[in-house]
C-alpha cells in the first residue's frame, strides 16, 4: 500500500484495496461478500467454549490446549480458526491469578474462537484502561476478584492472539461436557468475568 494512504482508516483502506482488486478484474463485489460471510458463519464464542468445557472435562486436553494450543484446535476438529501467520496462547485462571486479554494498538482478537469482538474491546477507553487499572476495568464489569488474586493482563498482536481457559465453577461438578459450554461466554474468554 502506497504511503499515501496509511493515515486514513481501517475501513476506508480496505475498502480502497476492495475496489482496485475489483476493478483490476481479479474478484467482484459479490465474490467478496461471499468470501467475508463464509469466513464469519464460522465467528462464534461457540468455538471458544467447545474448547474450555473439554479442558474441564478432560485433564490431558487442557494440557495440550494451554501448551500446544494449535495441536488442540486440530484435535478439537477446529483447525482452520486462525491463520496461518497467527498463533493462539491460551492463558489459564487458577485460583491465584486471573488473566485478562486486551490489544493495546488496535483490537487484535481470535474472532473464529470467540465470536466478532465486543464494541467495548475495540474501545480506546478499555484499551488503555485495562492495563493501567485493571482491577477498577473487571469491577465496572462486575466482576470482582479477590484481593489476593494477582491480574495479568495481555497484549494481543497481528501475530499473537490469546484466550482465557476460565476456572470451572466450583458447584459444576456434576455437568457434562455439553452443559459446560452453555456456562462459557465470550466475556469469561476475554478475561472480563470469571467464566
Known sequence: MSGEHVDLPVAARVRRLETTLVKAGLVTDAQLDAILEEHLSKATPFNGARLVARAWCDPDFRELLVGR???ALRAAGLDGLLADDEHLRVVE???????VVV??????YPMLLLGPSPSWYRSDSYRARVVREPRAVLAEFGYLPGPDVRIRVWDASAEARYMVLPRRPADSGHLGEEEL???VTRAGLIGTAAV
Open 93 to 99: 485462571n487458577t485460583e491465584d491469578t486471573h488473566n
Open 181 to 183: 459450554r452453555g456456562l
Open 103 to 108: 490489544c493495546t494498538l488496535c483490537s487484535c
Open 69 to 71: 494450543p494449535q495441536e
